[in-house]
């Protein structure tokens, strides 16, 4: 068995890793995540919507849309962006994460915000996601 990723999971923006609040600080919370997923041959963008906002194409390109949410605001922002998605991108599975995900898992996927709730070191936790959901691709 090959654990070649599929094409579609390698090209530009598969991976989409957002930020909702860091004001144009270096988000590290997207660089780490990004560089794992990139190591490991997938195609990532990242956004930090507090200086750029995500578009239409953006989410419609990514298969895995995945928002760090380290704060109360960000959680807050976050969800705003998760509804948009869920209208504007309904094939992408939504992963929130970081401190905030893991303290709010229960109201996130109950809420239907989240389809995947992960917290604390997330760099092998979203690679390992990643994988499995192109695992699922036909």
Partial sequence: M?????????????ILLVSCYELGRQPLNLASPAGQLQDAGFGVRARDTS????????LQAAALIAIS????????????LAKRIRREAPQAHICFYGL??????KYLVGGDYADTV?????????????????????
Wanted: proline fraction near 7%.
């Fill in 69 to 80: 949410v380290p704060m109360h605001t960000a959680l807050r922002l976050g969800i705003e």
């Fill in 51 to 58: 200086l750029d906002p995500v578009t239409s194409e953006e």
């Fill in 118 to 138: 992960t917290g604390g070191e997330v760099e092998v936790a979203l690679a390992h996601l990643a994988r499995q959901l192109a695992k699922l691709q036909p």
């Fill in 2 to 14: 090959s654990d070649a990723l599929p094409e579609s999971w390698s090209s530009a923006g598969a």
């Fill in 100 to 105: 905030y995900a893991s303290l709010n898992a």
